[in-house]
């Protein structure tokens, strides 16, 4: 685990050092932690079955890399709406499971993947802005 997350922090740095920001690829950093820390402990302790707690962090290591690519080559459009839709589309599983507010993990993960698609979605406004 700490290898991965070592690995996680040489990309944001990377990200870093071609002088885009680093939120989205840090939000989603700490969406994959949560997201494994919810699929190894809530296990029988929700009212959900334990493939759908390693769906939603398949689905959130789906979306982290989508972040990740659309930093990396932030100069493409469609990677970063890539990612926006890959977000999106998390956003709306945890919301249909009823898993957008409270405090548990999975209401804490739903909020830091918000943050990050915003964040994704300001660079496509600024994107869409600089083109005009």
């Known amino acids: 685990m700490?290898?991965?997350?070592l690995h996680r922090q040489d990309e944001a740095a990377a990200g870093n050092a071609a002088?885009?920001?680093l939120s989205p690829v840090l939000f989603m950093q700490?969406?994959?932690?949560?997201?494994?820390v919810a699929a190894e402990s809530?296990?029988?302790d929700v009212d959900l079955p334990p493939d759908t707690l390693w769906g939603i962090h398949s689905l959130v290591e789906?979306?982290?890399?989508a972040v990740v690519s659309a930093v990396r080559d932030i100069s493409l459009d469609h990677a970063l709406n890539d990612a926006s839709d890959?977000?999106?589309?998390?956003?709306?599983v945890l919301q249909a499971l009823g898993?957008?507010?409270?405090a548990s993990l999975l209401g804490a993960l739903?909020?830091?993947?918000?943050?990050?698609?915003?964040?994704?979605?300001?660079?496509?406004?600024?994107?869409a802005g600089g083109e005009a």
Request: aromatic share 0%; glycine share 12%; no cysteine.
């Open 2 to 5: 700490a290898d991965r997350v």
């Open 19 to 21: 002088g885009v920001p």
């Open 30 to 36: 700490q969406a994959r932690l949560v997201a494994q």
């Open 42 to 44: 809530l296990e029988g």
């Open 62 to 65: 789906k979306g982290a890399d």
């Open 86 to 92: 890959e977000l999106a589309g998390l956003l709306g």
């Open 99 to 102: 898993l957008a507010a409270g």
């Open 110 to 127: 739903h909020t830091i993947v918000a943050m990050a698609k915003t964040d994704i979605d300001a660079l496509i406004s600024s994107a």
